[in-house]
């Protein structure tokens, strides 16, 4: 499986946008696939993730629960990321990743084995 991540692009403070994460490969729908970010001279961090069918809905990081929404759609083998109310301070490059987390490091960068190269969302104040 290979991970194509768009969408990004320049918006405005309380705007939206949303973030596309295509795979190639006919195993996508066993994969659950997280979305993470980085900002300039920052740690990357946990933003949100989208469980594989079977292994339940959703999780999203505090920072962005109410605002940001996963969804997925396994016919299309695509993952999306539709982040509204947008601030300053999710400026970042946002990546989607896919691998076979558990409940206890869904979190971690680290428990997944594939990733998407990256897309640029900046939010001007």
């Known amino acids: 499986v290979q991970l194509q991540a768009s969408g990004g692009g320049l918006v405005q403070d309380e705007g939206s946008l949303r973030l596309s994460c295509a795979a190639s490969g006919s195993t996508f729908s066993s994969y659950s696939v997280g979305w993470f970010r980085q900002a300039p001279g920052k740690e990357r961090e946990f933003v949100a993730i989208a469980w594989a069918r079977g292994r339940g809905s959703t999780d999203y990081a505090d920072s962005v629960k109410g605002r940001f929404t996963v969804s997925r759609d396994n016919a299309k083998n695509t993952v999306y990321l539709q982040m509204n109310r947008l601030k300053p301070e999710d400026t970042a490059v946002y990546y989607c990743?896919?691998?076979?987390?558990?409940?206890?490091?869904?979190?971690?960068?680290?428990?997944?084995?594939?990733w998407g190269q990256g897309t640029l969302v900046t939010v001007s104040s």
């Open positions: 990743a896919a691998g076979y987390p558990i409940r206890s490091s869904y979190y971690a960068w680290n428990a997944y084995r594939l």
